[in-house]
């Protein structure tokens, strides 16, 4: 599977960006999606996963109620909406395919089996 970002880019604070992660070379649905990003000088971090089999979510604590995590299977995509973004939500984002029909409660960097290249998103004035 090959994935590849885009979307990122410069934005102040409170504003917001719609992120894409295009896949292709295997069949999509059976495959839950994740977002993960990255900070400088830090690990990365989980921030949303999206279930194959029921479409449950999982947001993390920092992002829940500001962004929002959805796919369009007939584009073989899915998308990150984030809303209110702030300084700290900073960081290149991820993302990444596991071949599992449902998120885990908290996803690790361990869980997906493809990645995509990343996207920079810097919050700032």
């Known amino acids: 599977v090959q994935l590849v970002e885009s979307g990122g880019g410069l934005v102040r604070p409170g504003g917001s960006l719609r992120l894409s992660c295009t896949a292709s070379?295997?069949?999509?649905?059976?495959?839950?999606m994740h977002w993960f990003r990255q900070a400088p000088g830090k690990e990365r971090e989980a921030v949303s996963c999206?279930?194959?089999?029921?479409?449950?979510?999982y947001y993390s604590r920092s992002v829940k109620g500001r962004f929002s995590i959805s796919r369009d299977s007939a584009k073989n995509t899915v998308f990150l909406q984030m809303n209110n973004l702030k300084p700290e939500d900073t960081g290149v984002y991820y993302c990444?395919?596991?071949?599992?029909?449902?998120?885990?409660?908290?996803?690790?960097?361990?869980?997906?089996?493809?990645w995509g290249q990343g996207t920079q998103v810097t919050v700032s004035e």
């Open positions: 999206l279930s194959a089999s029921d479409g449950s979510t």
């Open positions: 990444g395919a596991e071949w599992t029909s449902i998120c885990s409660d908290e996803p690790s960097v361990d869980e997906p089996h493809y």
């Open positions: 070379g295997d069949t999509f649905d059976v495959y839950s």
